[in-house]
């Protein structure tokens, strides 16, 4: 199968790259990143009232809070991407091609609905483990 695009469509495709790279690109240190730590510490004396669970225990208790924490990765990835989205939103309003706003054109208009539509999902689900985990 082969297909052709029409120069509309080229010109959306170089509009969206250009968006990208423009916009997207330089928020990848600032929103998309996010790295884990680790703490170490070596011959730390800690006092008795100050231990949390049963002694010679804290990699199990680590990690059944870590589960419980876990749901917040979804809720940052809802939130980048709603950012995300608007961002696309007022630059498809203020990109101008063949005389009009590429966001006046259903193709455009199509991709932001898929994107908030699965946005809109994510978001559900990462409050419906927030709430299970409740």
């Not at 959306?12 to 250009?18: D, F, G, H, L, P």
């Not at 916009?23 to 240190?29: A, I, K, R, V």
């Not at 007022?90 to 539509?117: C, H, L, N």
Request: glycine content about 6%.
């Amino acid at each position: 199968m082969y297909l052709r695009l029409t120069d509309e469509q080229r010109m959306v495709q170089k509009a969206i790259r250009k968006f990208v790279e423009k916009e997207l690109m330089p928020l990848e240190n600032e929103v998309l990143r996010n790295e884990p730590a680790s703490l170490i510490f070596e011959n730390v004396r800690v006092p008795e009232e100050n231990i949390l669970g049963e002694l010679h225990h804290g990699y199990k208790l680590g990690l059944e809070w870590i589960g419980y924490a876990r749901w917040v990765v979804g809720a940052r990835a809802v939130g980048a991407a709603e950012r995300l989205l608007q961002m696309a939103i007022d630059y498809a309003k203020e990109r101008v091609t063949f005389g009009k706003p590429i966001a006046e054109r259903q193709a455009i208009q199509w991709m932001i609905a898929d994107s908030a539509v699965e946005i809109e999902a994510a978001k559900w689900l990462v409050l419906n483990a927030a709430f299970t985990l409740d």
